[in-house]
């Protein structure tokens, strides 16, 4: 413990102390209880095993100058878990019970948030799963809702610094009436093959276009897409794509800060009009993009030509991490302190 180097952290594992686990039998949930094991006992015929019943969420807790612990929005992580269950039929877990679980694992583990000067963040991770038995194609009868915490630093190693991403138009994370829209354990897992490639090719992460058309822009890996073009702010409407939080937190920023939100499908050609884009959510906060090679057809769409962030990003995620960290007051009530 007293050997974490704080500011060096990654996007990773480390072991904390406590996690917190609720179970869902015979038609109701129980009492939140404490866990120090970081294991669990499933039976192995549970549905989140053969039939991705599992739903997961991330959101972080940040500790500001003043010594305080600041959770982000946490009730919309709720209700998208329950939004989520819906999706796979799952028991819907109260938006009440999932904010009381997570105050007291970060309670819990209030020596693993990082210092304020260290610019990391304790990440937060939700997980629903059908743990009753199953055999043929059907819910289980029987939840499990785990919240655990990890000290982390930034989602891609480089921080606040562009990043490369690519268009791969043989892979999609999501079909278009599919489950694109929760956040469900499938979609990462059809984004694997893609991701590696990409990675592997030296970019960042995959843009994925519409799986119905390939013709709009979808989102990109684990993030929303968003682009800057004169006084708007440009980000996907489709029905494949996860509603994500940092996005709809940079819109409200966005349109307090003059800019003309859009909310609209953007067609792939409209990526060269753009003079800034970035990738956003909770992991990547923003992830200005350097350039998207569009790998099919052999175009590319250079944005940051000086390899630095352009003065759009660089204002919204100043917004962003001020309110999170309690630099900036917080007019819009998103923040809550965990006494
Ligand atoms: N899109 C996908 C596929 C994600 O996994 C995430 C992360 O949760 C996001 C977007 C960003 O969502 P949020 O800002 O709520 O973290
Ligand atoms: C997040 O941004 O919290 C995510 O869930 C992204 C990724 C780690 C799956």
Redesign the pocket.
Known sequence: MENINWSELTFGYMKTDYNVRCYYRNGKWGELEVSSSEILNLHMAATCLHYGQESFE?LKAFRGKDGQVRVFRMD?NAKRMQSSSRGILMAELPVEKFEEAVRKVVRLNERFVPPYESGSSLYIRPLLIGTGAQVGVKPADEYMFLVFVTPVGPYFKTGFQPVPVCIMRDYDRAAPHGTGTI?VGG?YAASLVAGEKAKQAGYNAVLYLDPKEKKYID?CG???FFGIRGNSYITPASNS??P????KSLMQFAEDMGLTVERRPIPVEELSTFEETGE????AVITPISKIDDLDVNKSYVYATDGKPGPVCEKLYNKLRGIQYGDEPDPYGWVQIIE
């Open positions: 991330g919309e956040k979609n989102e684990p993030a929303n794509i996860l994500s939080t940092t996005n956003c959510g909770t992991a």
